[in-house]
């Protein structure tokens, strides 16, 4: 998930603002995840796809 949709429990301000120490904490947390943390699975899903689709027409085109 990403931090910019999220709302801090402690300060009712979004969590992408780092106003109190529980927001900055989360907000470095979801940073440190990498980089397909903040997709949904239907996305990842939809990446794999594709790089097995390039896969078989690399692997086709060798071949």
Known sequence: MTYDRLVC???A???SQGRCPVCRANRERLR???PFAGLNPMALI???V???AALAL???HTA
């Open 58 to 60: 690399v692997a086709q």
């Open 46 to 48: 939809l990446l794999l």
């Open 32 to 34: 440190q995840e990498g």
């Open 9 to 11: 429990a402690n300060c």
């Open 13 to 15: 301000a979004p969590v």
């Open 50 to 52: 594709v790089f097995v």
